[in-house]
């Protein structure tokens, strides 16, 4: 045996080839592992296992008799690796048929597979009809065969693998997309394996006699294993993150071991056994810190997608119940207000009183339920809006008359001032900014007991239009600012029972953001509030 | 406060909800209307052709047949196309009131926003 490159010296080296297969074993029989246990019961997964393993017993088989120094022995073993080739193809075509998904099969199909490879099996191991013995060349011990024999086996090698692919293509188009990425990964995987073993162990040993590069072919398989074991397993067997750290853990032991077994002298082993030692349990912790890690990611994620649905579902009932409410509260609206026209007859001063406030607070259940629909209108992107260009001055000087004898009722200062000379065009929809703007200075007029209240209309760029309601009222808390605009929220300090829906502030940011503007408010406790929204202005 | 001129007209009440069908011709009554009631579309419709009733108030979530379709019906049917429509209904997103309107309603009235004697006066704008 004469090693004339560096590659050639490789393939001739036993250590190599020893250190390879025991990487490949390593890797196979972990994905093995993995995949075995993550669920037991599933056929595909169980072909899966037992293909994997006939096919580790062929790579290492084919080592054994590869490196052989016995004749006789390497015969033996030639012959149970070619009968073990047989079943890996048989127990590939099985996890074939069973994955990416289970298909109809005939029992008269498997048992014809089954006997014929049996058959064969025995005819390859216990006579000379397929192999006749083995022989030493410049590449490893290589089996002598019968020439007919040889015929046979590999037509039925073939027909085996034939049908296996023909079952995969035909069941392709059926198949949905997820698994058809499967069985892309699957396809890719066979055909590197088929590929690297009908050349280098098959074309290249009949054409030129010599079996230099068996071990592509052979070692290939792990290929075609971590392939399958990718498209069977879910994201989560195999996070990225979790198989990277496993795969290291692994090679450090595997390179430990290997030097620990070449060590040449006590030290050496003293020293190697100490340093596995200690990186036996450091890996072993490494791998779970990541495992958890990862779970815990996985677990966040699904709260999170199940929050989603939650919020989805509850926008959904809210919406629901806010349009059953509206039923009763009109009967309620109806009956008093026809008593309060007189339906039923003159009614004393003091039960039309009554019937005004009972009237006043349904119609702020009425208030509160429209404004629910409105949000999830809203933000279901459902509400029309019937934009135009209109002047924003206007809009607030009507809103501002409307609170006029409100605020003076109460002794307030309530002043409206529009920058002279202020061109305020913005592109909107008339009636919910007309919303918005009464929205505010109702608010400012309701919270403040003595002082002002100044509503402003300002241009403080030639492109931002802006208005400002502000007023000299409890004030409110830096805490309370935070929350304010949010669905639900009501201000819950020392103003007591004026506490409106929670949705106005809500309902208006939602309106100023879909308008393309922004809104906000500045304010200290005990010294008053501004509030104030922007809107592009459309210069005309 | 009966309505004099129009003593006797038929108001023809298509609404699911006793409660307000109830209140509704209570009230139609009170002002000296002659109402009838149909609890859902398919009976509205029975009902439009056998009284040809004057005016309809029409809700739009209904049972059997809604009330946008049973409005859309009604336009097709010869003499029924005549009779003015107000929709009266708690549903009030733009597209349901814009759909209605497209159909055929003289006018869109959401319930809770609107007393009954507030209805009454509407209804007698068709008269």
Redesign the interface.
Known sequence: MVATTFLDGLLLDIRANLATIVIVDTFAIWLIHKIYTSDKTAKANLFFSAFSLVFLVWVNGGFVFAFSTDLKFAEFIGKVILADVIWSFIFLYFFLSHFPTERGRSAKGDFLVLVSGSLLSLLVIFTDEIVKGSRFTQWGVDPVYAEQGRLIYYIYIATLIGSSLFQMLREYPRLNAVQKRKAQLLFFGLTIFLSANLVFNVYLPISSGSIKYWQFGNYSAVILIFLAAFAIATRQLLEVKVVATEVLTLAIWVTLVIRLLGSSSSFDVFVNVGVLVILIPFGILLVKSVKTEVEQRQELQKLTQKLRELDVRKDEFVSVAA?EL??????I???I??IL???VGEIPEKAKDFLGEAITANDRL?RM??NM?DIS?IEEN???FEMGLMDLSEVVTTAYREYKVQAEQKGLDFRLHIEEGAKAMVNVDKDRIYEVTSNFISNAVKYTDKGTVVVSVLTPNPTTVRFEVVDTGPGISPEEQKKLFQKFYRTESNIGKKLGTGLGLYISKLLIERFGGRLGLSSEKGKGSMFWFELPLVLT | ?AYMESDNAVILIVED?D??ST??K??FE?EGFKVIVAGDGLAGFEMAKKHLPKVILLDVMLPKLSGTDLLAQLKKAGELSKIPVVMLS??????TI?EAEGRGAQEYVV???S???QIVDIVKKYL
């Open positions: 349009h509206r039923a009763p509260m009109t009967a609206k109806g009956y207000s026809m026209d007189g339906d009425i339920v429209n629909l209108r459902r509400l029309v | 406060m909800d409660l307000l209140m509704y209570t009230k009170s708690n549903l009030s997103s733009e597209e814009r319930k809770a926003n007393t009954p004697q």
